[in-house]
């Protein structure tokens, strides 16, 4: 029963309170919904790209043809290592979107100005994967900066109609106080209620982003090394 009493009391408060407060709850609960959205989204998009990522790794590391390992980058477009490998077999074959030539070019190992090109390649691919990772990022930096702040304002704005309500009444008892003070103090609630999930969300997703980005780093130095030096033969 308590339970309900307090849902009761804090809807009547809501539905009660002024314009300016309902707008108030009102930006501050697009910004949640939004925000979780994006968490859930997120979340989803990491889990893609690990799985995809073991899977690609898993023929890379076979020492397969480029070709075949080409075919498996392309069916895991979402791991940022496929997308670098793809750059690397395009520019070393120039081949676009082709997938059906052998680069042969790469079994004597590159020369220098090959190297640099392919490292250019990879570069300008672990760019636009890493902006592709902190996409929607932003938002969720910006919902825990700004809905604090917004909420902070609503209180605000419902203290000062508090107490011209004590004014108007002529009376500063708590029975006249309580119900205004409550209503300014759901906004701060509602702020922090949307604030706290996006800054643990938008910390965890920087250090994924983070993890990725070393992840790349290092799988283009693997790269550059294996294209740099005679490639073994293999079985066809």
Same mark, same amino acid.
């Given at each position: ?10 809807? *009547? ?41 073991? =899977? ?14 080409? &075919? ?26 082709? #997938? ?10 590159? #020369?220098?100005?090959?190297?640099? /090109? ?6 300008? /691919?672990?760019?636009? =994967?890493? *902006? ?21 304002? &609503? ?24 119900? &205004? ?13 949307? *604030? ?16 990725? /980005?070393?992840?790349?780093? &290092? ?18």
């Amino acid at each position: 029963m308590p339970t309900d009493a307090l849902n009761t009391g804090i809807l *009547a408060l809501v539905w009660n309170s002024g314009p300016i407060a309902k707008v108030v709850l009102a930006v501050l609960l697009v910004f949640s919904i939004v925000s979780w959205a994006l968490i859930v989204d997120k979340t989803l998009q990491f889990r893609r790209i690990r799985r995809q990522t073991i =899977e690609f790794l898993k023929t890379f590391r076979e020492g397969r043809r480029p070709s075949i390992i080409y &075919g498996a980058a392309r069916r895991t477009r979402e791991s940022p290592l496929s997308q670098l490998y793809t750059a690397a077999y395009q520019e070393v074959s120039g081949l676009g979107d082709a #997938p059906d030539r052998v680069v042969d070019e790469a079994d004597e190992g590159l #020369p220098a100005e090959r190297l640099e /090109a392919v490292n250019r390649a990879l570069r300008r /691919a672990a760019a636009l =994967e890493v *902006a592709l990772l902190e996409r929607y990022l932003p938002f969720l930096a910006t919902t825990a900066s700004a809905t604090p702040f917004i909420g902070l304002f &609503g209180t605000v704005w419902g203290v000062i109609a508090a107490f011209h309500g004590i004014g108007q009444q002529g009376s500063a008892s708590l029975a006249v106080v309580a119900p &205004g003070i409550s209503e300014a103090l759901i906004a701060t609630a509602a702020g922090l209620g949307a *604030a706290i999930p996006a800054v643990i969300g938008y910390n965890y997703f920087v250090n994924r982003v983070k993890h990725w /980005a070393t992840e790349m780093d &290092g799988f283009t130095l693997d790269l550059l090394n294996l294209l740099s030096r005679p490639a073994p033969k293999v079985a066809r």
